[in-house]
């Protein structure tokens, strides 16, 4: 019992995995890539915050499943044991995707996969900034996170505010009043199309402050699983190199490379100018900044 109390996958003959990343990072391309090949499962977001849908994302499971709604809620580490770190035919590595956010949803859960350093961690990052963003604030206002999921703007948004960089490395040393502090539903709608949005405005302050607190986020998370086997990739990797970065991927969970498919598109491919109303102002504000760069990107 102790055995299986400290590793979250015992007895599991195959690979145990997570997509560690923040959100607008490519982690969807990513999963789902990873997903059509014979021999890896890729769950979704399975421990986001919506407390009524489950994001398996995986042929076989019950996104609306009563029992794994409550099983998750009771006992988060049982519910990835019996659900997603069970026994699995043929697959040889199995992992889901895990946001920095996630952290704050279910009490014990970052600990249990931090200090079970057997799960090999991909651990996706975007270098620009910039980018991901203005892409999480286009998602804020319409409510529109991916293309085939909507959820209610006003809710997303609520959430979305919420969940700031520095709120979730402050969870990680209060758990308990973090998970009591997001429990609530937020009710996942079919998208038929993209949601009408108008450019965005971020301050100056704004910005500079998100710099600040991504850094933060990615060299905790790094700590956090600096023991687990660990490929580091960027969005912007990825999106140069699709096949050596899903082949690189690939021989990291032990698996025979294989070409891979890719179904969703880039969702917002806009040049900044045309996504971020003060454009102009920001970059003569940032243009001696370590990361002008990344209006160019």
């Known amino acids: 019992m ?4 400290r590793h979250l996958a015992a ?10 990343s923040d959100a607008r990072t490519g ?4 999963a789902q890539a990873l997903n059509s090949h014979a021999e890896i499962i890729c769950f979704g977001e399975v421990f986001n915050f919506v407390v009524d849908f489950i994001a398996y994302e995986v042929e076989g499971y019950d996104p609306h499943s009563t029992a794994d709604k409550a099983l998750r809620a009771r006992d988060p580490l049982e519910f990835l044991r019996e659900r ?14 895990f946001h920095y956010r996630h952290f704050w949803g279910h009490e014990g859960l ?16 975007r270098r620009n900034q910039l980018r991901m963003c203005v892409s999480r604030r286009i998602a804020d206002a319409t409510g529109v996170w991916r293309e085939d999921v909507q959820a209610p703007a006003q809710q997303v948004s609520a959430l979305a ?12 040393r209060r758990p308990a009043q973090a998970v009591a502090s997001v429990r609530r539903t937020v009710n996942p709608t079919p998208l038929h199309q993209q949601a009408e949005r108008e450019p965005v405005t971020i301050s100056e302050q704004e910005l500079n402050q998100f710099f600040k607190e991504s850094d933060l986020q990615v060299a905790q998370f790094t700590k956090l699983f600096k023991d687990h086997p660990t490929l580091s990739i960027t969005y912007e990797e990825m999106i140069s190199d699709l096949d050596g970065t899903f082949a ?24 900044l100018r045309d996504l971020l109303a003060n454009y102009d102002d ?8 370590s990361n002008a760069w990344m209006f160019d990107g």
């Open 2 to 5: 102790a055995e299986r109390s």
């Open 11 to 20: 007895g599991a003959d195959y690979r145990p995995f997570l997509i560690l």
């Open 27 to 30: 982690s969807t391309l990513l």
């Open 84 to 97: 997603l770190y069970c026994a699995h035919s043929g697959a040889k590595a199995v992992g889901f995707k």
């Open 110 to 125: 970052w600990e249990a996969l931090s200090a079970d350093t057997p799960i090999h961690v991909i651990h996706l990052a």
């Open 161 to 172: 505010r919420k969940l700031t960089p520095s709120r979730v490395i402050g969870a990680l």
């Open 248 to 271: 690189e991927a690939q021989e990291f969970l032990g698996v025979e490379p294989q070409r891979l498919r890719v179904a969703n598109r880039k969702q917002n491919p806009e040049p």
């Open 282 to 289: 920001l970059r003569a504000a940032f243009r001696d900044h």
